[in-house]
């Protein structure tokens, strides 16, 4: 992702996303744990924490999903604005070079703006034709989150199963103890 931005304006904001998958990832290890432990002890609190902490994930689910919907429109503002910077920065200074944009093209598959004639040393050499990279991210970026949300409902529901056999375990459990 560094490669996207040129110089000095390195988005640090890229790094952070990082670090929650990270974090998630430590998080739903400590819940399966949590539903491990619950389940092979038969422990009603411990399966109880599991429910909660899978209501938790479950809503902060929801709430990224809203947001991501929300904010599409701005994330491609904010790629097409990047792009924008290393295209210009490109032409003021062409002896340089612009891994930006080199990285830019290949990603996306695409070359230039309006014609590609000025940038055409950046572009990739498999490429046949012209395609507008302003239209292309906007297009790649907006499959991409369609794909990411599809994924996302998918996990929503496993976790919603999650929820409904952790309770039925735990009601099982109540009741196994109340015959006893």
Do not use: W
């Amino acid at each position: 992702m560094k490669d996207f931005s040129s110089g000095d304006k390195s988005p640090e904001y890229f790094y952070v996303g990082l670090y929650v998958l990270v974090g998630a990832g430590a998080l739903m290890m400590a819940v399966g744990f949590f539903g491990c432990c619950g389940a092979m002890r038969e422990s009603q609190c411990v399966l109880g924490s599991f429910f909660t902490c899978l209501l938790v994930i479950f809503a902060a689910e929801v709430t990224t999903g809203v947001f991501a919907f929300i904010g599409k429109d701005i994330a491609i503002r904010h790629v097409q604005t990047m792009y924008e910077e290393a295209y210009n920065d490109y032409l003021k200074d062409r002896g340089r070079g612009n891994g930006t944009l080199i990285t830019f093209h290949s990603a996306f598959q695409c070359c230039g703006k309006e014609s590609s004639e000025q940038v055409q040393p950046t572009c990739p050499k498999e490429l046949l034709g012209h395609k507008n990279c302003i239209d292309e991210i906007e297009t790649i970026i907006s499959v991409k989150l369609q794909l990411i949300g599809i994924v996302g409902i998918g996990i929503a529901g496993l976790t919603i199963f999650g929820m409904i056999f952790s309770m039925v375990l735990c009601c099982a459990i109540r009741n196994s103890r109340d015959v006893i």
